[in-house]
């Protein structure tokens, strides 16, 4: 199994820590004034953190999925050259090559 690189910190805080911050600010506010106004705002700034988290977790699956395609590119690159599919060990070289970029 190949490790995945550490996330910055800055990314977690844009990733999550804001999103939960907006929603948390959202309930707060229909807390401290429980007016349908009130509950029509603290709605729409929960959706908007909700929105902003969700964003972000569709923008990666969909940037994860690059890296499944670009292995099967090398996988099928490995049996064009040699005329049959790799063994498990052979394909994992070929793995940790494609993410050195080697």
């Known amino acids: 199994?190949?490790?995945r690189p550490?996330?910055?910190l800055v990314l977690i805080v844009v990733r999550h820590v804001i999103p939960a911050a907006?929603?948390?600010l959202g309930?707060?506010?229909f807390a401290l004034e429980p007016s349908v106004?009130?509950?029509e705002?603290?709605?729409g700034v929960v959706g908007a953190g909700m929105a902003w988290w969700l964003f972000g977790w569709l923008y990666r699956k969909g940037v994860e999925g690059e890296a499944d395609r670009d292995d099967e590119d090398?996988?099928?690159a490995f049996f064009d050259?040699?005329?049959r599919w790799p063994t498990d060990a052979e394909e994992a070289q070929l793995r940790r090559r494609g993410a050195t970029g080697a």
Do not use: Y
């Open 27 to 29: 309930v707060v506010w």
């Open 6 to 8: 550490s996330t910055p």
């Open 81 to 83: 050259e040699h005329g």
């Open 74 to 76: 090398a996988v099928r």
């Open 1 to 3: 199994m190949v490790s």
């Open 41 to 43: 705002g603290a709605a």
């Open 22 to 24: 907006v929603v948390l």
């Open 37 to 39: 106004l009130a509950a």
